[in-house]
């Protein structure tokens, strides 16, 4: 067993090192058959079995240099006017009374969100009852009570999130 598990791991190793060498190393490959039915790659094609492997030198291009980007953590803006990067000629251009007009629908959405969320979140808070709930008939075990209660608070958090997100993008907007 031990040496079946090995050859199963040796042999694509050996494949891999007998592709990848360097070009005074390329020499025949042989896949052999052994007689539990595993699979052996070997230089010599001495043992009954064996097939010789047929492999196309490699050739390896070099890709261009590209100096690496390094991304910093900082999530706030730059301090200068960005510089937008330039677009192609037959990019399509848009005049600025759409884009007024989409911005306006836009501004008109993220109003609409914030109207439902600022709702949803004042039915979440009513129920949530400052962390003191009501206990419902099916709550007979406290620890399900528990759970309630702090999925209530899940979900007002996420909702408070919500808004100050959609407050961001308002005032992204204006």
């Known amino acids: 067993m031990k040496t079946l598990s090995l050859a199963l791991i040796v042999s694509p190793v050996v ?3 007998a592709v990848l060498a360097p070009a005074h190393a390329q020499s025949d490959v042989y896949v052999c058959m052994n007689g539990d039915g595993t699979r052996e790659y070997k230089n010599t094609g001495e043992t009954k079995g064996c097939k010789r492997v047929d492999m196309q030198g490699i050739s390896m291009i070099p890709s261009p240099y590209k100096k690496p980007v390094v991304q910093t953590a900082s999530f706030s803006r ?18 600025s009374g759409t ?5 306006t629908d836009r501004m ?3 109003t609409e969100e914030m109207k439902v969320e600022e709702r949803k979140l ?6 949530y009852n400052n962390g003191e709930p009501e206990r419902r008939g099916d709550e007979r075990n406290f620890a399900k009570y528990q759970d309630r209660v702090a999925s209530m608070k899940d979900d007002v958090s996420r909702t408070e999130k919500n808004i100050e997100a959609l407050k961001r993008e308002i005032g992204n907007l204006k």
């Open 99 to 103: 884009q007024k007009a989409r911005d």
């Open 15 to 17: 494949l891999c090192a």
């Open 78 to 95: 730059p301090a200068g006017p960005a510089a937008s990067p330039a677009s192609p000629g037959d990019f399509p251009k848009i005049d």
């Open 108 to 110: 008109q959405i993220l």
């Open 122 to 127: 004042a039915a979440l808070k009513q129920d």
